[in-house]
């Protein structure tokens, strides 16, 4: 195994402590890190860094698909007067979007959209897949072929995936019946996990990919399928990752009180042993006593600013959250942006505009904004994977961004201030030059080894989606 052994040496990396000097990388042949050292020697034949390393930033919320709509809501509807977009304005559209796609065009679209997001340093992405079936609503030969193209296609891209195939049962509190346009989304828990079963054989984890389910909303779920859904996990992954879309607009919470008595954070919590192991994506519209309740558990909080603020959706209590010691992680979403960067400096700027303040989300211990929440980020989104990454750190992935030294947001600041220039600056392209996952090197100089031959693809899917 020693030739298999491979090595990068950084003059600075961001270890869990902070940055660090002269450190040596190695990592084996399946991509797992053997040993981080600092004040190492540099040596003759281990290659050398060209900037700041840093670890890749997990991406904890995607629904791939979406990427082909991105920018093509952005308009009110013509029609009378008082016409109001919102979420579920853009959510029709999505719905006509999703009942045209196909298992080529899926392909397609994952495979451009992690190539994106290796280039901005998303070296793992957790993929949220609701749409299962044919446009008719009835099974593919193999029930599984939807989600199979997008763990292929992730694995051709290099990202690091957790599939999480999506239980999405009804369409809405009270177990009402689907509406016709989400034919293509709908099972029951056992018809789910028959496909995860599915899913599972065909393609067996390993370093670079894990299995979990998503329970797509209170809304789409009741308490005794959510329940069965979860036993039938365990009997297969026992601790898996579980996430669920679970307060992001004031109509479900208000939906949520009326049905169920409980708004839904509290509902969850109250009846589920909600732990580390999940991620409540979209915990927008929590109260006092809910934060400081989710906090607790230890779940990781997703918050997808872009696709929020995109959406209208409204603004998470991250002051109080993170105060109370809340776990957080970012995603794409509906990937109108993918870049962690734009994620943690919206995540700051949606609590400076309320509150009329600057750096609201530093803390004592860490009074750099962009060091807290990159650090915070990291750690809940590993947690949200249920794979070993996030950190530099022996075990864990060989996940890292290579950052161009020489740009001009961080050139001549001394490293204390190369992750505020990363996140709050915006000066032309990308800090992020070179981008390794799992020790494979897929972006050099902020070109992905495919990207050409992907990037054709995309608007060929594209075209034949906008036909
Ligand atoms: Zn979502």
């Known amino acids: 195994m020693t030739q298999a052994t491979q090595s990068l040496f950084a003059d600075h990396a961001f270890l869990p402590e902070g940055w660090r000097r002269n450190v040596l990388l190695q990592w084996n042949a399946h991509g797992a890190l053997l ?37 093509l809501t952005e308009y009110r509807a013509a029609s009378g007067t008082g016409a109001t977009d919102n979420f579920w304005s853009w959510r029709d559209l999505m719905y006509r979007f999703a009942a045209r796609i196909t298992p080529e065009g899926l392909a397609s679209i994952a495979q451009w959209l992690y190539i994106e997001m290796l280039k901005a340093g998303y070296t793992s992405v957790c993929e949220f897949h609701y749409v299962h079936h044919m446009q008719d609503g009835s099974r593919y030969a193999n029930a599984a072929e939807l989600a199979q193209r997008v763990v292929d296609a992730a694995g051709a891209s290099g990202i690091g995936i957790t599939m999480l195939p999506v239980l999405y049962q009804y369409a809405g509190f009270g177990a009402q019946p689907p509406r016709d346009d989400q034919r293509r989304f709908i099972n029951t828990p056992e018809s789910l996990l028959t496909l995860l079963d599915t899913l599972r054989s065909a393609r067996p984890e390993h370093g670079a990919l894990r299995y979990g389910v998503a329970p797509h909303s209170l809304r789409a779920v009741s308490n005794d399928t959510l329940r069965a859904l979860l036993d039938g996990l365990d009997a297969m992954s026992p601790g898996a990752p579980v996430h669920i879309h679970i307060a992001e607009q004031t109509a479900e919470v208000d939906a949520c009180i009326e049905t169920e008595g409980a708004r839904p954070v509290q509902w969850l919590l109250d009846r589920f042993d909600v732990d580390a192991r999940w991620c409540l994506v979209h915990a927008t519209h ?15 909080a997703g918050l997808c600013l872009t696709t929020e603020a995109n959406l209208g959706d409204g603004i998470f209590p991250t002051h109080d959250y993170l105060e109370q010691r809340g776990r957080i992680g970012v995603g794409s979403d509906s990937h109108i942006g993918v870049d962690w960067r734009a994620e943690l400096r919206l995540l700051e700027y949606g609590q400076r505009l309320s509150r009329r303040q600057r750096n609201v989300l530093a803390s004592a211990d860490m009074p750099r904004v962009a060091d807290r929440l990159f650090a915070a980020s990291l750690e809940g989104g590993a947690l949200a994977t249920g794979r070993a990454v996030g950190a530099l750190r022996t075990g864990a992935r060989a996940d890292f961004i290579v950052l161009d030294a020489n740009h001009a947001s961080i050139a001549e600041h001394g490293s204390d201030a190369w992750l505020s220039g990363v996140v709050f600056c915006e000066h032309g392209e990308t800090p992020i030059r070179d981008v390794y996952a799992g020790g494979l090197k897929v972006v050099d100089g902020r070109k992905h080894r495919d990207e050409e031959r992907a990037y054709a693809q995309y608007r060929a899917a594209l075209a034949e989606l906008l036909k």
Do not use: C, W, Y
């Open 35 to 71: 040993s981080v050292t600092p004040d190492a020697q540099a040596s003759a034949g281990v290659a050398r860094a060209s900037g700041p390393v840093l670890p890749g930033m997990p991406n904890l919320h995607s629904h791939a698909f979406q990427r082909a709509m991105a920018g």
């Open 286 to 300: 929590i109260d006092a006593d809910e934060t400081t309740a989710l906090a607790k558990s230890g779940a990781v």
